[in-house]
Structures are given as C-alpha cells and as structure tokens.
Nanobody, 129 residues
Framework: QVQLVESGGGLVQPGGSLRLSCAAA????????VGWFRRGPGEDLEFVAA????????FYADSVKGRFAISRDNSKNMLYLQMNALKPEDTAVYYC??????????????????????WGQGTQVTVSS
C-alpha cells in the first residue's frame, strides 16, 4: 500500500506563491506516477498536474499552465507543487494521489481521478486579499 500526506497549504494574497508537499510511504516511490487534484468550494474534483515515475514528463491543466510546476524527489519520497501568480479561483483543497496501477501515463489517463488508487487527506489553499 501507499500512504500520502500533504502539507504546505495556507492563506496567500493574489499574485503570491505557495509550495505544497506530499510525503509518500509504503511502496517504492519511483514505481508509480503521482498527481495533484483540487476541489474548490461547491465544485467537482479537478485535475491540476501529474508527473511520471522518473520525473521526466509532466502534465498540467490549462488553467495552471505557466503558473504551477510539479516535481518529485524520489530519493526522499517527496512530491511537490510550486504555485506562483496565485488567483482567487485557485482556492481549493489540494490532494496528492498515486496511480500504482497506471501502465500508460498519458495526459488522457493521468487527468482522470479514477485512475489513481491512493489519496492523501488534502491541504487547504486560500487565495484572498
């Protein structure tokens, strides 16, 4: 099994930056792709970003391209999401997820929440002036 714990959320002003972290335990971290999803107030779960096992390829939702950057440190079992130029519409609970059963990590596959089998508890990000 895989256990995931997010941290780093908080309150930030529009235009500010925040760095989220996700600590993984259990199965070897480099064996599976991981991603970030979010759920805003009264909204459905939304794909944010994903990264493949070796960290060679990464994918982003159109709404965050050019502002967010996903990365991983397999030696430390850590996943990160650097968020810059934050907007009020980025306000949401952010979740990290592991897809241990994903075989072909394409954008189409990695953007679907039901492809992931392990999830963290979420961390709140609030962007407000």
């Amino acid at each position: 099994q895989v256990q995931l714990v997010e941290s780093g959320g908080g309150l930030v002003q529009p235009g500010g930056s925040l760095r989220l972290s996700c600590a993984a335990a259990g199965r070897t971290f480099s064996d599976y792709p991981v991603g970030w999803f979010r759920r805003g107030p009264g909204e459905d779960l939304e794909f944010v970003a994903a990264i493949t096992r070796a960290g060679y390829r990464f994918f982003y939702a159109d709404s965050v391209k050019g502002r967010f950057a996903i990365s991983r440190d397999n030696s430390k079992n850590m996943l990160y999401l650097q968020m810059n130029a934050l907007k009020p519409e980025d306000t949401a609970v952010y979740y990290c997820a592991a897809g241990t059963e994903i075989i072909f990590p394409t954008m189409e596959v990695l953007s679907r929440a039901n492809e992931y089998d392990y999830w963290g508890q979420g961390t709140q990000v609030t962007v407000s002036s």
